[in-house]
């Protein structure tokens, strides 16, 4: 395997972690695509989010791994394929291998064109649950990487706010650092109840966090 960086030092630590990394290790174990599966799976198990029945949407979907993990929690016997008591919905601007079950589009769904699909889709009904791993390709310039994570997430939230069903809820990744605390506020103002989550499976060293929106106001305070 050969990845380019300037730090060839750094690199072989990395790849080393990540082969060591017990999440990856189950999730080649268990047929996920990444480890994210289990950080979704965490905060599922704390708060009871995903429930047989439900119609989920999962933004910034690839490589599918919180598809995979939804799917099998609609499954009525948990299994990777077969019958489904439910329905999923994924979005990302890049490609998505299949998962039987999931109705992916590709696109990005602030455009007309994708989220004209979305409502197709959706054909009216209200959704159970939103789950957001979108995160922007970092520059590693801190106030513009605060910014393009923000935009995400006030995105998701609009987006949330729009379709969720009166009790749904929002699951939605950011990072600690400039604009965490702005945020947090948006979300409280967005839903009555709104929790910060860092799951044992999101790495120590990552600045990355989850915050969740249950129950979306109808209008957001200052809205409009």
Do not use: C
């Given at each position: 395997m050969k990845?380019?960086?300037?730090?060839?030092?750094?690199?072989?630590?990395?790849?080393?972690d990540h082969?060591?990394?017990p999440y990856v290790q189950l999730?080649?174990?268990?047929?996920?695509?990444?480890?994210?599966?289990?950080?979704?799976?965490?905060?599922?198990?704390?708060?009871?989010?995903v429930k047989p029945g439900h119609l989920v949407v999962?933004?910034?979907?690839?490589p599918g791994a919180w598809s995979q993990y939804v799917r099998r929690k609609l499954s009525?016997?948990?299994?990777?394929?077969?019958?489904?008591?439910?329905?999923?919905?994924?979005?990302?601007?890049?490609p998505m291998e299949p998962i039987e079950g999931v109705t992916f589009i590709q696109g990005d769904f602030r455009e007309p064109e994708v989220?004209?699909?979305?409502?197709?889709?959706?054909?009216?009904?209200?959704?159970?649950?939103?789950?957001?791993?979108?995160?922007?390709?970092?520059?590693?310039?801190?106030?513009?990487d605060a910014a393009r994570v923000g935009h995400l997430v006030e995105i998701a939230v609009e987006f949330a706010l729009a379709h969720l069903k009166p009790e749904g809820a929002l699951v939605c990744k950011v990072f600690h650092g400039?604009?965490?605390?702005?945020?947090?506020?948006?979300?409280?103002e967005s839903f009555r109840i709104a929790k910060p989550v860092k799951p044992k499976a999101s790495r120590d060293?990552?600045?990355?966090?989850?915050?969740?929106?249950?129950?979306?106001?109808?209008?957001?305070?200052?809205?409009?």
């Open positions: 990845v380019k960086t300037k730090s060839k030092k750094v690199n072989k630590s990395w790849l080393n082969v060591r990394d999730a080649q174990k268990e047929g996920y695509r990444a480890r994210a599966a289990y950080k979704l799976k965490e905060i599922d198990e704390q708060l009871g989010l999962d933004l910034g979907s690839t009525p016997g948990g299994a990777a394929v077969g019958a489904l008591d439910g329905t999923i919905l994924a979005l990302d601007i890049l989220a004209q699909q979305l409502e197709q889709l959706l054909n009216g009904r209200k959704v159970d649950v939103v789950v957001s791993d979108m995160a922007p390709n970092l520059s590693g310039i801190p106030a513009s400039s604009g965490y605390s702005q945020l947090v506020k948006h979300f409280k060293k990552s600045s990355e966090t989850f915050l969740v929106g249950i129950g979306p106001r109808t209008r957001a305070p200052g809205a409009g």
